[in-house]
């Protein structure tokens, strides 16, 4: 099955491909890799998801964040490739969740995003190295910050 009739086949809604916040591309390609700059937890509406785990929101809200962030990479990876089925694995994600001090669950938010991609791109495809790392800022103050370099057919 492809990744976009497996996208489609989870009835998933993607947020609009989000604007650069400041003086960067979303994405760069080199050598078949696509580097894509941290997303945000972005919703359909155009907003975006705020909080600090750990004082506003819960581990199930973050993963939600996660999640949305996931398909914000999702939007982009579209816009800039014209198709999911341009990606042909995820190679690497960088996940930060803005928490209180001590926030020991930053793994189990990010998984949000990483079994969103396993569905997207197959379990082979979809889950691949990672970091999921606490702070105690992210900009716009949203909950999580994702960016991610994937395998492309450019």
């Given at each position: ?12 809604e ?27 937890p ?9 909080g ?12 939600d ?13 579209r816009?800039?490739?014209?198709s ?17 001090d ?53």
């Open positions: 099955m492809s990744n976009e009739a497996r996208f489609e086949s989870l009835g998933l993607l947020p609009p491909a989000p604007k650069p916040a400041g003086v960067y591309k979303p994405v760069v390609v080199v050598n078949g890799m696509a580097y894509l700059s941290g997303h945000g972005l919703l359909p509406n155009k907003t975006l998801i705020t600090r785990l750990g004082l506003d929101l819960d581990v199930e809200a973050g993963y964040a996660a999640r949305q962030t996931g398909l914000a990479m999702l939007a982009t990876l816009s800039h490739f014209g999911l089925d341009k990606v042909k694995r995820v190679v690497k994600l960088l996940g930060l969740v803005q928490c209180v001590g926030f020991p669950d930053s793994p189990s938010v990010i998984n949000g995003c990483s079994e969103l991609f396993g569905s997207v791109f197959g379990e082979d495809h979809g889950i691949g190295a990672r970091s999921a790392i606490g702070t105690n800022s992210l900009p716009g103050k949203i909950a999580v910050e994702i960016e991610g370099i994937f395998e492309v057919d450019a």
